[in-house]
């Protein structure tokens, strides 16, 4: 019954070659999230969709992109995936801004 | 700009002993603030919420804006209280969360 489904759970990637990480949720709600979390750090803010409406980070760098194509869906690309981009990419919902966040399992991104 | 610092990376307790996982923040407006956990092998869930003053599986936090703290705490630990525990802010205006750095929590029997 998970209601927010990130796949895959583990990719891997070569140096430079784009790739698409994808979230899907069942709950209906308006915002989704992007965090990107490597280790022992923090989970760092990418992005989030109010809607359509993106909402970027002043320092996420412009290799990140975003695309929420409906309701459901949210993906994160990463147009020339670095080594500096290994890390773990979280995608959370929430209901409007008030309300706290469903989180799913992650991807977890490997460049080699 | 607003910060969470969670001080600790580990804590470890012994089964039956109290418990404060401190967090701390920097943010001069009225914030919210959230305890998430990541119980092994889970993804992060919410654990609780300032604003509901509740205690979840035991769990109680109190926000201090004197000394801008959010410390977790629970009297008794037990061992499936063994966790990642992450602090997190949301300022008024702002939608995304801020999170802390985490705190292991280990719970030793």
């Known amino acids: 019954d998970a209601m927010v489904i990130q796949n895959p759970r583990y990719q891997v990637t070569q140096f430079g070659k784009p790739v698409t990480l994808s979230c899907s949720q069942t709950?209906?709600?308006?915002?989704m999230y992007w965090y990107q979390q490597k280790s022992s750090q923090a989970p760092k803010l990418l992005f989030h969709?109010?809607?359509?409406?993106?909402?970027n980070e002043a320092d996420t760098p412009d290799n990140f992109q975003s695309r929420r194509p409906n309701t459901s869906f949210c993906f994160l690309d990463i147009r020339s995936p670095g080594l500096g981009d290994a890390a773990m990419y979280l995608c959370?919902?929430?209901?409007?801004?008030?309300?706290?966040?469903?989180f799913g399992s992650g991807t977890r991104l490997t460049v080699v | 700009a607003q910060r969470v610092t969670q001080p600790e990376k580990l804590l470890s307790v012994f089964k039956g002993a109290p418990v404060e996982l401190k967090c701390n923040y920097s943010?001069?407006?009225?914030?919210?603030l959230f305890w998430y956990v990541q119980y092994s092998r889970q993804r992060l869930q919410l654990l609780l919420r300032h604003i509901s003053r509740e205690s979840i599986k035991g769990f109680t936090a109190d926000l201090n804006k004197g000394e801008t703290s959010f410390h977790l705490k629970k009297p008794f630990a037990q061992e499936e209280d063994s966790a990642m525990y992450y602090c997190a802010l949301r300022n008024t205006g702002r939608r995304a969360l801020t999170f802390g750095s985490g705190t292991r929590l280990q719970v030793q029997p």
């Open positions: 709950l209906n709600h308006n915002v």
């Open positions: 943010y001069s407006g009225s914030p919210e």
């Open positions: 959370a919902t929430s209901r409007d801004t008030a309300a706290g966040y469903t």
């Open positions: 969709y109010y809607d359509k409406d993106f909402n």
